[in-house]
C-alpha cells in the first residue's frame, strides 16, 4: 500500500486521471443516438478505450522512463520487494485511467436505460471485463517499451504502437486486442459471440502478463519461475490469437438472437427486444400518419417490421426504417417516417440479384409525396390526381407488382 | 556530435524521416480507424505524430548547465528554428502531393500547424509531457471531427492556412520569450 500512495502523489496519475475524465466525455457526447439502444450505449461508451489505451500506455512509458533510472533501477533490482513498486505505478495509472474509462461506460449505460432502452446486464459486464483486460494490457505495453526505450519519446513511441497496432492488425480479421467497443451504429437483436469474447480477453490478458513479465525482466526482476512462464504465456497467445482469427464470422463480435417484440396497434411495429425504445417513438409516429393517410384512401400493413439483420422479412409486413441518429426529440425524422410508409411490403425482388429499378423509382417517389404531404397541418384531398396515384403506387408496392404501378412522375418534377 | 546526441536531434530527426517516407508512401491512403464509420485519409495521422515528436530536442537537457552557457538563448532559438524546418520539412511529403478533395484531407495541414503550435506553448508550459499532450490532443479530435455535424471539421476547414501558420508562429515566438520550462533536477 505504501508504494501504491507513493505513485498515486508523484507520478502523472492525477494528470492522467482528469485528462481522461476530459477526453472521455468530448468523446462521447460527440454522436447522439446510442441512447436509443443499450448494446450501443455500452459499446460507444467502452469505446473510450480507443483513445484511452494508447494514452495509458505512453504515460506509464513516460513514468518508467522519468522516474526508474538507472540509479533507481539497481535500487529495485536489489530490493526484495522492488517488482512490487514497479507494479505498483502500473497499477496506480492503470486505475486513474479506467475510472474515467468506466464512469463513461456507465454513464452511456445509465442514459440508454432512462431512454427506455437498458443494456443486458451480460452484455454490460462482458464489457467490463473486456476493458479491464485492454487497459491493462495497455499499461503493460507501455511498461515493456519504457524499459526498453531510453528516450523522452518512450511515451509517444508507446502510445503511436498501441493505437496503429489495433488498426495493422484489422486486415487479419483481428479485433479487440488494445481496444474495445466502439461501435458507431445501432446493432438491434445482437449480443457478444462467447466464443470471440473468450478469446479476445485471453488474448489481451495473455498480452498484458507476457510485456509485465519481460518488462520486469528488463529491470533485472526475474522471476522465480524461469522461462516457464514466458513460453506458456506465448503458447496461450499464439493459441487465442488462432482462436480469435478462426472464430466465425471471423471479424464479427456478437451474434444474432432471435427474440421479436411488438409495440403499438394500428400498425404494429415488431423488432428485436433491444429495438424496442426506437418501436414505441415510430408505433407513435406511424400511428399518427397512417390515421391521416388512410382518411384520403391509403391502406397500410398492419405490421411492420424493423429493418434489421436478425429480423426476417416478408410480403406481408412493411419494413421499418429508423435511424436512431436522426431521431428528433420523441419523433422519427420525416425522412425516415416518408420511407417506411412507402414501403408497405419487404419484397423478395428487393434481396434478389437484379435491382429492381422500377419498383424503388416507385418507392422513392411515394416516400417523398408522404414527406411533402405529411410536413403540413392541411387535409389531404382524395381527389387530387397525385393523390390518386400515390394510392395506386401504394397498393402495387404492397403487392410487389411493378406492372401496377401508375405512370407517375412526381419525383421528376 | 556529442551535443546532438543529448539534444536528442539524432533520434528525432531519424523518427521524422521515417515518418517523412511514411507519409510520402501513405499520401493517398485511406485507413480504417476504430470508432470511426469513415476511413482517415493517412496524412491525418501523420499531421499528428510530427506534431508529437517534432519538438522533442526542446527540452531541457542539462536544466542546471544550460543557464551557466553564455550563448544559451541563441541557441535555443536556432533550436527552435530548426525544429520548424525539420517538422514541416517532415510534413511535406504527405501534404504536397496528396489530392485534398474531402474535407478530411483538406483539414489536415491546420490540424498539423496547430497541434505543432500546441506542442511549442507546451515546451513552454508542460515540460517534457508535451508529446503526450499532443497526441491526447490530436487523437481526441479524431473520432470528434469525425461525427456528423460537429463544429470541429467545419473550423478547421473554414481556418485558412495563412492564420494557422500565423498561430503557429506565435506560439514559435512564444516559447522564445518564455524558454523551455525548467524542469526539477533529478
Redesign the interface.
Request: glycine fraction near 0%; aromatic fraction near 0%.
Given at each position: 500500500m505504501t508504494a501504491i500512495r507513493a505513485w498515486a502523489l508523484r507520478s502523472s496519475a492525477g494528470w492522467l486521471f482528469g485528462g481522461l475524465c476530459v477526453i472521455v466525455a468530448a468523446v462521447i457526447v460527440s454522436r447522439s443516438g446510442w441512447q436509443w439502444q443499450g448494446q450501443w450505449a455500452v459499446s460507444w461508451g467502452a469505446g473510450t478505450s480507443i483513445v484511452l489505451s494508447p494514452l495509458l500506455a505512453g504515460v506509464v512509458a513516460f513514468d518508467v522512463h522519468r522516474f526508474l533510472t538507472p540509479g533507481l533501477r539497481l535500487l529495485t533490482a536489489s530490493a526484495q520487494r522492488g517488482a512490487r513498486s514497479v507494479v505498483a505505478l502500473v497499477v496506480v495509472l492503470t486505475v486513474a485511467a479506467a475510472v474515467p474509462w468506466f464512469a463513461g461506460m456507465s454513464t452511456t449505460s445509465v442514459r440508454a436505460a432512462a431512454t427506455g432502452a437498458p443494456p443486458l446486464m451480460t452484455t454490460w459486464l462482458v464489457y467490463v471485463a473486456l476493458g479491464v483486460a485492454v487497459l491493462g494490457a495497455a499499461a503493460s505495453v507501455g511498461l515493456l517499451v519504457g524499459t526498453l526505450v531510453p528516450h523522452l519519446l518512450a511515451g509517444p513511441a508507446a502510445a503511436a504502437l498501441v493505437y496503429v497496432g489495433p488498426i495493422l492488425v484489422l486486415p487479419l480479421g483481428l479485433q479487440g486486442i488494445l481496444s474495445v467497443g466502439g461501435a458507431t451504429g445501432p446493432t438491434y437483436g445482437m449480443v457478444p459471440n462467447p466464443t470471440v469474447v473468450a478469446a479476445t480477453l485471453a488474448v489481451n490478458l495473455s498480452l498484458m502478463a507476457l510485456c509485465s513479465v519481460a518488462a520486469l525482466g528488463r529491470l533485472g526482476l526475474r522471476p522465480s519461475f524461469g522461462k516457464a512462464l514466458p513460453i506458456a504465456l506465448v503458447i496461450v497467445l499464439a493459441v487465442s490469437l488462432v482462436a480469435l482469427v478462426s472464430s466465425d464470422p471471423r471479424t464479427r463480435s456478437l451474434t444474432g438472437t432471435t427474440d421479436v417484440v411488438c409495440t403499438g396497434t394500428s400498425p404494429e411495429t415488431c423488432g428485436p427486444t433491444d429495438a424496442s425504445a426506437v418501436l414505441e417513438v415510430a408505433s407513435r409516429d406511424l400511428e399518427d400518419a397512417s390515421s391521416r393517410l388512410t382518411a384520403a384512401g391509403f391502406t397500410f400493413p398492419d405490421e411492420y417490421a424493423l429493418d434489421a439483420p436478425t429480423m426476417p422479412a416478408d410480403e406481408t409486413r412493411g419494413l421499418l426504417f429508423v435511424d436512431p441518429t436522426t431521431l428528433q426529440g420523441d419523433h422519427m425524422s420525416e425522412w425516415d417516417r416518408g420511407l417506411t410508409l412507402a414501403t408497405p411490403a419487404a419484397c423478395p425482388e428487393f434481396y434478389g440479384d437484379a435491382v429492381p429499378v422500377e419498383l424503388l423509382d416507385a418507392q422513392a417517389a411515394l416516400s417523398l409525396w408522404f414527406v411533402a404531404a405529411l410536413s403540413t397541418s392541411e387535409d389531404i384531398a382524395p381527389t387530387d390526381p397525385d393523390t390518386v396515384a400515390a394510392v395506386s403506387t401504394l397498393d402495387a408496392l404492397r403487392a410487389c407488382d411493378s406492372s401496377a404501378l401508375p405512370d407517375w412522375d412526381y419525383a421528376t418534377r | 556530435m556529442i551535443a546532438l546526441r543529448p539534444g536528442?536531434w539524432l533520434?528525432?530527426s531519424a523518427?521524422l524521416a521515417l515518418l517523412a517516407v511514411t507519409g510520402w508512401l501513405s499520401r493517398t491512403t485511406f485507413?480504417?480507424?476504430?470508432?470511426?464509420?469513415e476511413r482517415l485519409p493517412a496524412p491525418l495521422?501523420i499531421a499528428i505524430?510530427v506534431a508529437?515528436?517534432a519538438t522533442?530536442p526542446l527540452?531541457e537537457t542539462f536544466p542546471d548547465l544550460v543557464r551557466t552557457l553564455p550563448r544559451a538563448r541563441t541557441v535555443h532559438a536556432l533550436g527552435v528554428g530548426a525544429v520548424l524546418v525539420l517538422a514541416c520539412a517532415s510534413m511535406y511529403p504527405a501534404l504536397a502531393t496528396s489530392t485534398r478533395g474531402t474535407v478530411d484531407q483538406q483539414v489536415a495541414l491546420p490540424l498539423f500547424l496547430l497541434l505543432l503550435g500546441v506542442a511549442l506553448v507546451g515546451v513552454a508550459l508542460f515540460g517534457?509531457?508535451t508529446?503526450?499532450?499532443v497526441?491526447?490532443l490530436g487523437?481526441?479530435t479524431l473520432?470528434?471531427m469525425t461525427?456528423?455535424g460537429?463544429p470541429v471539421t467545419a473550423t478547421l476547414a473554414a481556418l485558412p492556412d495563412v492564420v494557422a501558420a500565423t498561430m503557429m508562429l506565435g506560439a514559435a515566438a512564444l516559447l522564445l520569450a518564455r524558454g523551455p520550462r525548467r524542469e526539477h533536477a533529478?
Open positions: - | 536528442r533520434t528525432t523518427v485507413v480504417t480507424v476504430p470508432l470511426l464509420q495521422l505524430a508529437a515528436v522533442t527540452h517534457r509531457a508529446p503526450l499532450i497526441l491526447a487523437l481526441t473520432p470528434v461525427a456528423p460537429n533529478r
